[in-house]
T-cell receptor
């Protein structure tokens, strides 16, 4: 059983469209992180959310942490082909570096 | 500033053999974590070392071991390789609380 459920697992949309990726759990996390991973590379940290209800923006990306600190979402506005990649959410559980990862959302933005 | 360096980049082994993977963290980072990434299970935490001591451990069999040297460089060893050990092994280093910087990984194939 996956501790962090991400949905959708795959998403293919046209350039300019908006999308939302969800990360859900029954566990409470001290913080939740979002990473992006390109083929042949390791994940790169995009953002860390710590406070329930917190919203952070990174250009066209908006990250939200649920009030109960069990879920999170990533919203991309006007998606670009450069947004293509594997998006991973990760929760800190039992140690700062001991992260639990979701299965990931493989996003493809078509020109 | 150099990033996290993992060697080798690719490795092919046969069942029953053992393998050692190396990770050089970002200069000044004292924490090194190891993760296994497979298509089926996603990213799973193996262990974390801080100042040459194992600080956290995941749910992997004893065939998986690691160590950290006084210069913070880390190695992980897998003995008696099984087909299911084929994966991308990622190393991450950190300085701040919960902020991980990942290397590009070692792709291990077990035949």
């Amino acid at each position: 059983t996956q501790l962090l459920e991400q949905s959708p697992q795959f998403l293919s949309i046209q350039e300019g469209e908006n999308l939302t990726v969800y990360c859900n759990s029954s566990s409470v996390f001290s913080s939740l992180q979002w990473y992006r991973q390109e083929p042949g590379e390791g994940p790169v940290l995009l953002v860390t959310v710590v406070t329930g209800g917190e919203v952070k923006k990174l250009k066209r990306l908006t990250f939200q942490f649920g009030d109960a600190r069990k879920d999170s979402s990533l919203h991309i506005t006007a998606a670009q082909p450069g947004d293509t990649g594997l998006y991973l959410c990760a929760g800190a559980l039992g140690g700062a570096q001991k992260l639990v990862f979701g299965q990931g959302t493989r996003l493809t933005i078509n020109p | 500033k150099a990033g996290v360096t993992q060697t080798p980049r690719y490795l092919i082994k046969t069942r029953g053999q053992q393998v050692t993977l190396s990770c050089s963290p970002i200069s000044g980072h004292r924490s090194v974590s190891w993760y296994q990434q497979t298509p089926g299970q996603g990213l799973q935490f193996l262990f974390e070392y801080f100042s040459e001591t194992q600080r956290n451990k995941g749910n992997f069999p004893g065939r998986f071991s690691g160590r950290q040297f006084s210069n913070s460089r880390s190695e992980m060893n897998v003995s008696t390789l099984e087909l299911g050990d084929s994966a991308l092994y990622l190393c991450a280093s950190s300085l701040e609380h919960e902020k991980l910087f990942f290397g590009s990984g070692t792709q291990l194939s077990v035949l």
